[in-house]
């Protein structure tokens, strides 16, 4: 019986280590795979980017951004920052600058050495109803930043990249814009831009459709070069193409001119929706930035497939491009992604791969010396 006993304990003692045995070799073979997920490489062959599905390659329980949702909302995309900044707090900086009429701080965010010898700014959602550009904007940082230590772009690490080359992202310029054009007028606060976003649904526009901030300006017309020329626009406060009363009224536009003015910048990145396709250049820009705005936006050609347009046929009219091109005489490269406006969901994970390692070509471009040569 005592002999029975023993034998049982043993072959018990047995199965158990056995049990443990392959636990640990499971735990260690996720652990593998995650830091495999976390580990991304990407190199171009003859010229043409690879067209791999990069969102594959992380698990959706370790993604911060949610993006599965047609809406993305300012309150997210804040709470989305600060864990991004707790998380990867070596390469993110999240700054609360200017604060709205209605009352909503922009961010910026530094993605990078903010102490790097580049710098490039890049901006989204200036349009309110242009939101999935910030969505776009708001993974690709995530993307660098959980990629940082362990992920490659031609042979070289992200993290060498972002230490000679700082992103400064404004990833949602037009926050009351944006909470308006998914909300309605539960996306307003004072009771005048309630008042005038209902008096716009009377009028049979309908609140997804609206551009402009809470105090009906089009931002992206509120600035200097060729302020008011735009013959489209309009006299009065409006749901699009008003420009203001003058340059620089608005709180986003005079925010995005202060944050310009930091640094020395190598070029401006632009996101908007929609067309699938790219603007560069500035028709009274000197020929020299409006050269190297091309190469930036056959940089991004390179990733997107997206059809060019330069500024031979496009006077300016007060954009930021325009903006930065003549009183900065730095290039400027315009992303529409999408192909209506609002983009639909549906459309996001291939504008996701098609624009993923736009920023890490064009600092690997910028460091070498490919804009200026």
């Known amino acids: 019986m005592k002999k029975n006993i023993k034998v049982l304990r043993s072959t018990a003692v047995f199965i158990i280590s056995f049990m443990l045995m392959f636990l640990c070799c499971q735990s260690n073979m996720r652990a593998n795979s995650m830091a495999m997920n976390d580990s991304i490489s990407h190199t171009t062959d003859g010229g043409q980017v690879s067209t791999a599905t990069f969102h594959n390659y992380i698990s959706p329980k370790f993604e911060i951004v949610d993006r599965t949702k047609q809406t993305y909302s300012y309150q997210e995309m804040v709470e989305d920052l600060q864990l991004m900044q707790d998380v990867w707090s070596h390469c993110i900086r999240c700054e609360m600058r200017s604060r709205t009429y209605q009352g909503r701080d922009i961010p910026v965010v530094y993605l990078g050495n903010p102490d790097a010898k580049y710098h490039v700014m890049v901006q989204a959602a200036m349009h309110a109803r242009e939101y999935m550009a910030s969505l ?3 993974t690709m940082i995530e993307h660098y930043a959980r990629n940082y230590e362990t992920g490659f772009f031609q042979g070289k690490k992200l993290k060498w990249l972002l230490e000679k080359v700082c992103f400064v992202i404004m990833p949602m310029v037009n926050p009351d814009g944006v909470e308006i054009a998914q909300r309605g007028d539960d996306g307003a606060v004072t009771a005048d831009v309630k008042e005038w976003v209902q008096a716009n649904t009377q009028a049979g526009i309908q609140y997804d459709q ?10 992206n017309h509120n600035f200097r070069n060729g302020f008011g020329l735009d013959k489209k626009l309009k ?19 005079q925010l995005m001119l202060d944050v310009a003015q930091e640094h020395d910048y190598a070029c401006f990145l632009n996101y908007h929706t929609s067309g699938n396709l790219v603007f560069y250049g500035c028709k009274n820009a000197p020929e020299q930035v409006n050269e190297q705005a091309l190469k930036i936006a056959d940089i991004v050609k390179r990733h997107t497939s997206y059809p060019l347009c330069g500024p031979e046929d496009i006077p300016e009219c007060g954009t930021w491009a325009d903006e930065v091109e003549v009183c900065f005489l730095r290039p400027s490269t315009t992303i529409e992604l999408g192909t209506q406006n609002p983009v639909p969901i549906s459309e996001f994970y291939g504008l996701y791969d098609k624009n993923l390692w736009v920023w890490a070509d064009l600092a690997y471009a910028i460091i070498s010396g490919q804009l200026t040569e």
């Open 136 to 138: 776009l904007v708001m």
């Open 210 to 219: 609206i551009k402009s901030n809470a105090r009906g300006v089009d931002i």
């Open 235 to 253: 006299k009065s406060k409006n749901y699009l193409n008003y420009p203001g009363e003058m340059p620089l009224s608005e709180v986003e536009s």
